[in-house]
Structure formats: structure tokens, C-alpha cells
């Protein structure tokens, strides 16, 4: 707006004590508001990777629980090897109320392949048609292949919807078959890959195993309790009490090289933004690398938002239109004195240029600052020669330049002589005053040439001289003469003669009266 607006001189004027200001204050402004936006979201991320890292703690110990299940359940069998269905039942049950995503528990009895006929007719004796048997490829059940030791289901819960798995080997398949041979070397519990389940193998989840061993010297194996665990209802159970809507989730077993999804829920699509955010932990769960992601989603970012930045930015700019206007009422004020300054300076100055008198404007030391067209006239001089002059160099009738010389003769008219630059003496009327302007003092001379006058005035007293003289004098012999006459002294007089006479005196005083008057007005104007 500045750049184009009219008049162009003046507003190209307002580009520095408007423009500027205002581009500066504008870009603090917005340095500002980046720096309080900047700070808004570190304290956001601050907020969310706090919650995060709980949540993350809070999944880390649900799983460790897990753990503790399947070595509290190995802890039982250990100590009470020949335990039933009913009591496993019973000793099991409670487990499923207080941990979700626990599809089955079971008792996997070791049989080394020499036992496999003796211990299915053993069992069959408990379950009808029992036999150790594999799962086939198409469905269904079949007479388990042959291996050097088996590890059927005997006992497994919840039963009525997991009966038929009994007599089950997972050794038979082998992926199960590697996590039961980790757990045999192992002391601790193992988590076999990603599975899919066998009572549903639309679903996956984690083989939860740990090896039985006697607690005698010989610490012989006696089998493997098992838990099936889904993970996703896990996650799910552990944030039953967080409104999902404001998370993204995501759970991921890294341990081998093509890393498999555990759990993942995106139910809002992911900005940029939001992905900044995202918190992950890798954590161990029984021989496995699992990494857990959790990222806020647009409606958490919203609902966290601060309009501090805002607001800042809001009142940031209303400051500085107040500012802008604030500067351009000042800079319009400023424009007008500028104008009437200027317009004074002008008027001054040409108050100078034309003044009939002239003007010398002279500092305490005698410098001479300023001089006038009429100061040049009288001197016969350019102003910078005659400021190349001291002033007593011109008016050596001043004597001294103390101002207390000089206070003596302000506001006064003083006749003086001064000097030309060519050396010529004039004669001059000379009037002083005095200022003084930021702690500067100096005095102004007003100068009129007078020689004319005197010329004038010195022939006027040369006029009154010789009609003092040259006509009173024979005007007086005049007058006694004719009295003389009229008294009879050259003889008697006619009586005509004698009034011509009268006329004669008469007209002598008159002109005797006349020329006193005109000697008495020039004595009156002259004081």
C-alpha cells in the first residue's frame, strides 16, 4: 500500500518511519508465533509421549502377567503330576475371568514314541476313541505321524468347546514343534511365532509354553502346560478404559526378519503431523521381540489443542495496525510540521533576501554567519567574502563584542561609521538585538546606509547658515535704513514717502518672522 499509494513523495517518505516499523513488528510477530507454536506442540508431544509410555508400561505388564500364569500353572503340575480334569478345572477356571485373550489352557503329557500305544490305551480308558493325532492339511484329524516323543493334549479348558482337541500333538506341526523343543532347554517360558489357532484358524495368536519338569534329583520331564493366548484382545482388554478414538495401535513381533502384525487398529487415518508423535517400545515376551506403536489421532490432536500461538498471533497483528496507525497519524503530524517549517523557512528567508536594511548575524567571537543582498549593497561585497570578515573588521565603531558592551546599545538606533570591504567608510544607523538557540548566543545587526541622509542633513544646516547670515544680515541693514529715513535724518519726508516707508518696515518684520520660524522648526525636528 505504501509503495503505490498517492501522493508518491509523501508516502515514499512513510517507507522508512512507517513501513519499516511495521514490516519489523510484523515479522516479530510471527517469529513470535512460531516460537509459541513451536513451544504449543513440544508440550503436546511431551503430554502424549507421557501417556504413551504408561500405556506402553501398562501392555508390558499385562503380558509379563501371562508369564506368571504359565509359571504358576507349571509350579501346580510339577508338584501334583497325576492331576484330573475336574481338578484342573476347577484350579483353571479363575484365570479365564481375570485374564481375556486366553483362548485355551492345556496339559501336554510327554510320551516318548516306545510309550505311545501303552499311554493311548490308557487313555482310552478316560476318553473313548482317544489316540495321538495331527491336524491335516484339508481339515479334520488324522493318526499322528511318527516321532521320537509326542506331547498330546490330556487335559485342556475351556473343555466343552475344546474336547475334541484332546489327544492333539502339536510336535506334529513345525512351528510348534521348534517352541516346545526351546522350552524343553530352556527354564523359562517360550512363545512360539504367530500362529493360527486351531480352534479357529481364522484368528492368530501365541503358543504359551513351559516345560514340566519332577521335583525329584532327576528332574525328569513330565510334559508342557500350554497357553493360547490371542494378543489382540490383549491390547484390547488393556485399553478397555481409553477412548479409542483418540489412539492408533499397533503391535508387531520383530524377532525373525519378516516381522508379522500382532494387533493393528487405525481407526483415523494418520496425518504427517500426527505421525510425529508416534511412541514405540520394543519389550521381551517369553524369547520374543515384540514392538508396540501408538500414535494420537486427529481428534486427539484437536481436543489437545492450544489457541495460545493464536492468540498471540491475533493480538500480535492488532498491535501492530494499532502501531501502524499510531505511525502514520505521528509520520501526518510530522508531515505537517515539516511543511509549515519549511514554509516558515522559506518566508524568512525570503524576508532576508528582500529586507531593504541589512541584516549580519555575528557570534561572540566576531564570526560572521549570515549576511543579506542588502548587507552585500552596503559592503560592496558577496555574503561569503563578507563572512570571510570579522565584524569589527566592518563596524570597528563596536569597539567589543562582550555582551555586556553590546547590552548597553539593544533596542536602540546608533549612528556609526563602517568600512566597505575596499576599505571605503560609510556611514551607517545601526540597531542591535540578541538570541540564543541550542545553547548557541548571537546577535543580529540591522544596518542602514545613512550617508544620503547626512549629505541631506548637512546641506540643510548649510541652507539655515546662509539665510541665517545671508539674509538676516542685509535684511536688518534694510530695516534701519528705511527707519532712519522715516525719523528725517537725510531730511524731512514727504508724507507719500513716509507710507511707502511704513510698507516697506512692514513687510521687513514679516520676512524677519518668516526666516525665524523657518530657524526655529529645523531647531525643533533636530531636538
Known amino acids: 500500500f505504501i509503495l503505490f499509494a498517492q501522493p508518491r513523495d509523501i508516502w515514499r517518505k512513510r517507507l522508512a518511519t512507517v513501513g519499516m516499523p511495521l514490516v519489523t513488528a510484523s515479522a516479530i510477530v510471527v517469529v513470535v508465533f512460531l516460537q509459541t507454536s513451536l513451544a504449543e506442540q513440544s508440550a503436546q508431544r511431551l503430554s502424549f509421549k507421557e501417556e504413551a509410555r504408561l500405556a506402553t508400561q501398562k501392555l508390558e505388564f499385562r503380558f509379563l502377567q501371562y508369564e506368571q500364569i504359565v509359571s504358576f500353572l507349571e509350579r501346580h503340575h510339577s508338584s501334583r503330576p497325576d492331576i484330573d480334569s475336574n481338578h484342573f478345572r476347577q484350579f483353571v477356571n479363575p484365570i479365564f475371568k481375570d485374564f481375556p485373550g486366553i483362548k485355551a489352557l492345556t496339559w501336554n503329557v510327554y510320551v516318548p514314541h516306545e510309550h ?3 499311554f493311548e490305551r490308557e487313555q482310552q480308558k478316560k476318553h473313548k476313541g482317544f489316540m495321538i493325532k495331527a491336524i491335516h492339511p484339508k481339515g479334520g484329524f488324522i493318526y499322528a505321524p511318527k516321532q521320537d516323543f509326542y506331547a498330546p493334549i490330556t487335559l485342556i479348558e475351556p473343555y466343552n468347546s475344546n474336547y475334541r482337541f484332546l489327544g492333539y500333538n502339536p510336535l506334529s506341526e513345525l512351528t510348534r514343534l521348534y517352541t516346545f523343543l526351546s522350552a524343553i532347554n530352556s527354564r523359562g517360558s517360550k512363545a512360539s511365532p504367530l500362529v493360527a489357532l486351531v480352534q479357529n484358524p481364522k484368528s492368530s495368536g501365541f503358543l504359551l509354553v513351559k516345560a514340566v519338569h519332577t521335583n525329584d534329583e532327576k528332574s525328569t520331564l513330565m510334559g508342557f502346560v500350554v497357553v493360547v493366548i490371542d494378543a489382540s484382545e490383549i491390547v484390547d482388554y488393556t485399553f ?10 499397533e503391535l508387531r513381533d520383530i524377532t525373525d526378519a519378516a516381522s508379522a502384525d500382532i494387533y493393528k487398529e487405525e481407526l483415523n487415518k494418520k496425518s504427517p503431523y500426527a505421525a510425529s508423535f508416534t511412541f514405540n517400545k520394543t519389550f521381551e515376551f517369553s524369547g520374543r521381540k515384540l514392538r508396540f ?17 493464536w492468540t498471540v498471533l491475533a493480538g500480535g497483528l492488532v498491535l501492530s495496525a494499532m502501531l501502524g496507525g499510531f505511525l502514520l497519524i505521528l509520520s501526518g503530524r510530522a508531515e505537517q510540521v515539516r511543511q509549515q517549517v519549511r514554509r516558515q523557512t522559506m518566508e524568512l528567508s525570503a524576508i532576508l533576501e528582500n529586507a531593504a536594511d541589512a541584516i549580519l548575524i555575528f557570534t561572540e567571537q566576531g564570526s560572521i554567519e549570515l549576511a543579506n543582498p542588502a548587507a552585500e549593497k552596503i559592503f560592496k561585497g558577496s555574503q561569503k567574502e563578507i563572512a570571510l570578515r570579522q565584524v569589527l573588521d566592518i563596524l570597528p565603531s563596536l569597539k567589543s563584542l562582550t555582551f555586556k558592551d553590546l547590552e548597553k546599545s539593544f533596542g536602540e538606533n546608533i549612528e556609526c561609521f563602517g568600512l566597505t570591504l575596499d576599505g571605503e567608510s560609510i556611514e551607517l544607523e545601526l540597531a542591535l538585538s540578541h538570541y540564543d538557540l541550542a545553547n548557541r548566543h548571537r546577535y543580529i545587526c540591522l544596518l ?17 547658515a546662509t539665510v541665517s547670515h545671508e539674509l538676516r544680515t542685509p535684511l536688518t541693514s534694510i530695516k534701519g535704513t528705511l527707519e532712519l529715513i522715516k525719523m528725517g535724518v537725510v531730511g524731512e519726508v514727504s508724507k507719500e514717502c513716509n507710507e511707502l516707508m511704513d510698507i516697506s518696515l512692514q513687510n521687513a518684520d514679516r520676512l524677519n518672522v518668516l526666516i525665524n520660524d523657518i530657524l526655529d522648526v529645523e531647531k525643533l525636528k533636530s531636538g
Open 116 to 118: 505311545r500305544l501303552s
Open 240 to 249: 478397555g478404559g481409553v477412548d479409542r478414538k483418540n489412539y492408533s495401535v
Open 448 to 464: 542602514r546606509d545613512i550617508s544620503e541622509r547626512k549629505q541631506v542633513e548637512r546641506l540643510k544646516s548649510e541652507f539655515l
Open 293 to 309: 506403536e501408538i500414535s494420537p489421532t486427529e481428534a486427539y490432536l484437536q481436543r489437545h489443542k492450544s489457541l495460545q500461538s
